[in-house]
């Protein structure tokens, strides 16, 4: 069955680096558009990068531009999300997905939290 197992999150100090990993199984990875969403404290969810099965055409959200990097091992069935400059509102939960339009497999979040 399709997994898809999140990790890296954590407690950091504003302006911090963390790289979250997202590592894949059930099906092959290297077919599909893979993506990360976050949901904030009380909010609802936010789309916030994905990249074509090949990882050479990415995407982002404005608001991490320049801050964050999408990649993916297919060798490896692991999707990353580098993320710099950590902000306090960068704080959420973080999920990986399978898929573009739709999405079909979510995995089960990681926690970042950005304060000083």
């Known amino acids: 069955q399709v997994q898809l197992v999140e990790s890296g999150g954590g407690l950091v100090q504003p302006g911090v680096s963390l790289r979250l990993s997202c590592a894949a199984s059930?099906?092959?990875?290297?077919?599909?558009?893979m993506n990360w969403v976050r949901q904030a404290p009380g909010k609802g969810l936010e789309w916030v990068s994905d990249?074509?099965?090949?990882?050479?055409?990415?995407y982002y959200v404005d608001s991490v531009k320049g801050r964050f990097t999408i990649s993916r091992d297919n060798a490896k069935n692991t999707l990353y999300l580098q993320m710099n400059s950590l902000k306090p509102e960068d704080t959420a939960v973080y999920y990986c997905?399978?898929?573009?339009?739709?999405?079909?497999?979510w995995g089960q979040g990681t926690q970042v939290t950005v304060s000083s």
């Open positions: 990249l074509n099965s090949g990882g050479g055409s990415t």
């Open positions: 997905g399978r898929g573009r339009y739709p999405v079909d497999y």
């Open positions: 059930g099906f092959t990875f290297s077919s599909y558009w």
